[in-house]
């Protein structure tokens, strides 16, 4: 046994639902499969696994149980700090996590603030505006088309083939649908008809490990400006990937070079997903950033992963590794430690960054 590791997620059969709630609220959390998947990875690279269910009572349980460090694939339930929760309550304890922190999981969860930070770089993202009441959109000064999409969600929440819109009245009608549906700020930017693309990192400051490319296309031969990544296109099963993505050399460099100053620029840790779009010139653009990408056996990242000789268990512990390492944390001074430490009580560890 090396680490006593502590696994907190999100299952979707847990999700609090609600009248009125839209049929993808729970698209984000995780299917249980996915979370036995990661434990039986750890375990199998010798590690003792802890379940932590988000949930009111986790910060009692990560109180009274001894955790060298937690795998974190917690999304919470709501609110535009909800990816925060968990590492905010860890670092509350002292107990060391993979992935981001909670200021960079909240920054990218808010795709506004996320834009605002990212273009601040210098890094190309299509001009928006945020939009909290209806009336706003008349002030707009966007060119059509334009993408409407909820402000602070993920895994296709929210996103509709309609979310792409020609004129104002259909504008006027995506934003109360979204304003009403999920109840928060709408993000609305202009459209970038080119192929899409998402860039698996792996890593931490100088040291990173970008996945090959890949591409996200439609199973038909559409045009790149009728595709849509939409909730209706994985649902139904329309996408098909291409990794790595059979574009020129000098693309590949642009598009790595964006996803890995948005990486920086947003602070993220270990791991992130960055989503490219190319404009109407061939330019690619920030999209947005996911730091806490998709583990399931259909999500991008682990696909990616493995078009980058790294399977699935391989990839997860080396999520595990870089976590440890930032944290100066050793598996066999935390066994010998483990060892000596009365079952169940709370051992001082080294609580690096
Ligand atoms: N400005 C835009 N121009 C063109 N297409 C866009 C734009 N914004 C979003 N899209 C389309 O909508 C999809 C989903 O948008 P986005 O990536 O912001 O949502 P998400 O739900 O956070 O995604 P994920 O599933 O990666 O978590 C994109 O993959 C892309 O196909
Ligand atoms: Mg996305």
Request: hydrophobic share 40%.
């Amino acid at each position: 046994m090396s680490f006593v590791v502590g696994l907190s997620y999100n299952l979707k059969r847990d999700c609090p639902r609600g009248e009125g709630d839209p049929e993808d609220v729970a698209a984000e959390y995780e299917e249980k499969a996915t979370v036995s998947r990661i434990a039986r990875a750890l375990r199998r690279d010798g590690h003792k696994v802890v379940m932590i269910p988000y949930g009111p009572g986790l910060l009692s349980r990560v109180r009274r149980t001894h955790l060298d460090i937690v795998f974190n694939i917690a999304e919470g339930w709501s609110g535009r700090n909800r990816e925060a929760h968990v590492p905010a309550i860890l670092e509350t304890c002292g107990i060391p996590y993979t992935g981001s922190d909670a200021l960079t999981l909240s920054l990218a969860l808010d795709k506004a603030l996320a834009k605002t930070v990212v273009k601040a770089s210098g890094i190309p993202t299509p001009r928006f505006m945020l939009v909290h009441d209806e009336a706003q959109v008349s002030k707009s000064k966007l060119a059509f088309p334009v993408f409407v999409k909820p402000a602070y969600e993920g895994s296709s929440k929210g996103i509709r083939d309609t979310c792409k819109v020609e004129t104002y009245d259909d504008l006027k009608k995506q934003v109360s649908w979204i304003l009403s549906t999920y109840r928060e700020p709408v993000l609305v930017e202009e459209f970038l008809p080119g192929r899409e693309f998402t860039v698996g990192i792996l890593g931490n400051n100088e040291d990173l490990t970008v996945f090959p490319i890949m591409e996200v296309r439609p199973k038909s031969e559409v045009p790149a400006e009728a595709f849509v990544y939409s909730y209706e296109t994985k649902s139904k099963n329309l996408d098909r990937f291409l990794c790595p993505a059979p574009i020129p050399q000098d693309l590949t460099r642009r598009i790595r070079n964006i996803a890995v100053r948005a990486f920086r620029a947003l602070g993220c840790r270990d791991m992130a997903r960055v989503d490219i779009r190319l404009d109407s010139q061939g330019k690619p653009h920030f999209l947005e950033i996911n730091p806490l990408p998709g583990l399931s056996s259909v999500s991008l990242f682990p696909i990616a992963a493995l078009a980058a000789g790294i399977g699935f268990d391989d990839l997860i512990n080396r999520i595990l590794a870089l976590a440890a390492k930032r944290y100066g944390l050793s598996p066999e001074a935390c066994a010998a430690r483990n060892v000596g430490t009365a079952a169940g009580s709370r051992a001082v560890t080294a609580r690096g960054k």
